[in-house]
């Protein structure tokens, strides 16, 4: 074996990154006393996964919460983003949206989004915003932009889906070089490699570089010179998640359906961080729902899921609770 | 378009520059996020429920005090791991090690310590065998040294990459894959009985 043993290891446990692994599998392929001594950890560390795992109570929280007070925690300057109880019942209907007025300079219809210290404002699932003009933006998680004034938007990492109705003439997209103008129109802008605007309806002017070209649509006009890469279907369809429904059929069981309304197969899983699937708030926290028994499911598209939690806490009749699928971004509210 | 794990530091990022201007919910939310995990760390390096909830209450609260000292140049949940790391080796002197799952000195965490996964709907013989499996694969680790241990936990349960491994434990990469692989050889030799069935 010219493989040194801890790289086998590390190659069971995949704590290498990906660049190492092809010289490691090809060893392993080419030497069946790799192979073999390779099958033999995997089956030992296979044996760990009979070791039991313990869950937070929700008591570990109120016992830290209690102890930050002593050092007096500033007031959030973003409360005025958070999420609303009632703005999460929205998410269930599945975008169909309220028509109520956005009096502020925009208002988030769901999801979260959060303004730094910096000014830039950052979506932390999907969230749907609307401005005081009228145009509503779908700002996929990780995106983040600056609403320069009611008609300019610089974009500066991520991807928004716009919906400018025609009263809101010249809405402007900036994007690195790239600038998009439009009115009366459905468009996506993607900050990446290239960035691109990608035109669902109507019109869009978009330019970069002394490269100019109105879009029509199904069009897209990308900030690049070389060969464009293939899109997806629908720009729209990018933002569809999972839909949820929770009720409660007793005080201490959350009956939680997930649907795969989206084209491809999901995993509903932890993510690699242990991050739990779901997390219900009530009480005034946010509980992760831990499963003990649960194991990640594939969701074809279409199917559905349904899964009974156990919560930490009873519910109190009247209380809200909303339960959120932490990978989706989606939540549903339940009441007892 | 970042992976899915990009998305999940670039959220991590987030939460991390509301907690830095103050922002207690959004530490509650990286409580959430990431108290799983760091107790289960603890819990995997002292086999004690009560001494784990201990250390995570007080990492969250050193995380809260020394947030101003965040740089977001790196993974939170390393930043994270480090702190949890630093506090464990910091307090392991004054640990007294129990042996895993006697439920010796009326740990509250037994009924916790019951809950094997991946037994599904096994028969209660089968139930007894798995846990008694995973309390020898429990006992085997607890033997191993605090270094071994350490690297070995954060690779083989927590998952994560040597890299990261290596900036939590403040060691090269190659020192990690040569501490995991040892480790996995003595835990292979102590357990070789449960390897042949």
Known sequence: MDLPREDL?????????????????AAIASDPALAGELKQIERHLRLHERTPRIAPTPELWDGIRSRLDETGAPRSLLRRFRLPLAAAALVALAFVWPQ????????????????????????????????????TM?????TDFRLESETRLALGAGRVFLEVPPEASGFTVVAGDLVAVTTGTAFLVESGKP??????????????????????????????DSPPPPLPPSPRAWFTRPAIEAETPDAQTVRVTLRNGMPDPIEVAPSRSGEPVFFARYLGHDFPLVPDDFRPVTLAPGASRTFDLRLPRPIPDGEALVVSYARGGVRAEARR | MGSGTGRDD?????????????????????????????LNFFHQMCFDRAASEDYLQETFLRVWRARASYRPIGK?????????????????????????????????????????????????????????????????????????????VLARYQHLPYAEIGQILGIPVGTV?????????????????????
């Open chain 2, 177 to 197: 894959k040569s501490r995991v692989a040892l480790a996995e050889r003595l835990l292979r030799a102590r357990l070789g009985s449960y390897l042949e069935e």
């Open chain 1, 100 to 135: 109520q007025g956005a009096t502020a300079r925009a208002a988030t219809l769901f999801g979260e989004v959060l303004e730094r210290p910096d000014g830039v404002f950052a979506a932390t699932g999907v969230a749907r915003v609307r401005t005081a003009g009228g145009v």
């Open chain 2, 10 to 38: 670039r959220d991590d990022q987030e939460l991390m520059a509301r907690v830095q201007a103050g922002d207690v919910r959004a530490f509650e939310l990286l409580y959430a996020r990431y108290a799983h995990p760091l």
């Open chain 1, 9 to 25: 290891v590390a190659y069971a446990l995949g704590g290498l990154p990906a660049e190492e692994t092809p010289r490691i599998a």
């Open chain 2, 76 to 152: 939170v949940s390393t930043w994270l791991f480090e702190i949890a790391k630093n506090f464990w080796f910091n307090e392991r002197e004054k640990i007294r090690r129990r042996p895993f799952a006697t439920g010796a000195g009326g740990d509250e965490g037994q009924a916790q310590l019951s809950l094997v996964p991946d037994q599904g709907g096994a028969a209660p013989a089968d139930a007894a065998r798995a846990r008694e499996i995973g309390d020898a694969v429990g006992h085997a680790v607890a033997e191993l040294s605090d270094k071994l241990r350490a690297a070995f």
């Open chain 1, 195 to 224: 960035t691109f605007v990608w035109t669902e309806s109507g019109h869009v002017r978009c330019s970069w570089r002394g490269r100019e070209r109105l879009t029509g649509p199904g069009e897209a006009f990308f900030a690049s």
């Open chain 1, 138 to 142: 779908t700002l996929d998680a990780g």
